[in-house]
């Protein structure tokens, strides 16, 4: 049960969407490392960027139907894989981290399917998680049930950032894909560019870790660019609040790691 009724904004008019590459937030990073746009495959058109379906990365099935939920999603709440900061930049690497995300959540977890939704990988591939979650966001009125973060499944869309931010900032082109993907979710979804949060937001959890997680004013600023709308304050809930400061964040029940073996 949500204590949140649905957060929903009219959509942007047609054409707003302009997906301008602004993105100023991460390119003034200085500790971001530099890779080409080109080199990532990213793509920009007014369908949205290049996300990658299930299918194409070589996802297993689910073990049971991924129930598809008859609202909009109210927010999207950000995530880090914990796992290595590599250099290599493939869509060979890309695919294996899906493969072993999945595996790891459907083996070790006991769940249905890949947990989150999508998954931004560090060379800037951008891929469908839990089976269905592309198909349900072109449609952009109604979302997967998910398993990325206590207590936001039926009511948040969760973005995995391959790699661990807790002192390191992410890649500038896997920012510029998180920004870019968050921005084609705002705008199917009719969401502010404010309601885009981290894990530990609303779980006991040090995800999406600490660099990443300072990062999340410059992506709501960035998206708001991309989306051509002025960033407002996220909508308050003084009940959740009051719920939050008496009993504190639920603990997390996944964690923030792939086991040795699952991933070179």
Known sequence: MTLRAPHHQPAPASGRFTRRSVLTGAFALATAAALPVAAAGRAYSAAGPDIIACAT?????????????????ERIV?????????????????????????????DAQGWIDTGQHFTVSRG????????????????GTRQVRAAHCVGQNTVSIGIENEGTYTSEAPPAAQ??????????????????????????????????GDRLYALLPNLRRDVATILGTPLSDPEEDPVWDLVR????????????????GLLP
């Not at 800037?124 to 966001?137: D, T």
């Not at 920012?175 to 779980?203: K, P, V």
């Open 175 to 208: 920012y510029a894909a998180l920004a870019d993907l968050c921005g084609h979710i705002c705008d199917q979804y009719g969401l502010a560019a404010s309601e885009i949060y981290g894990h530990r937001d609303f779980n006991a959890t040090s995800c999406p």
């Open 57 to 73: 990365w070589g996802a297993r099935a689910a073990s049971e139907p991924v129930v598809v939920l008859a609202n909009r999603p």
């Open 245 to 260: 400061q008496a009993t504190g964040r639920p603990a997390a029940t996944v964690g923030e790691y792939l086991p040795a």
């Open 124 to 139: 800037a591939f951008v891929m469908e998680g839990r089976h269905s979650s592309l198909a349900e966001l072109r449609t």
């Open 78 to 106: 950000v995530h880090h894989t914990a796992t290595a900061n590599v250099t290599d930049y493939t869509k060979q690497r890309a695919f294996a981290l899906a493969r072993a995300i999945q595996t790891y959540h459907m």
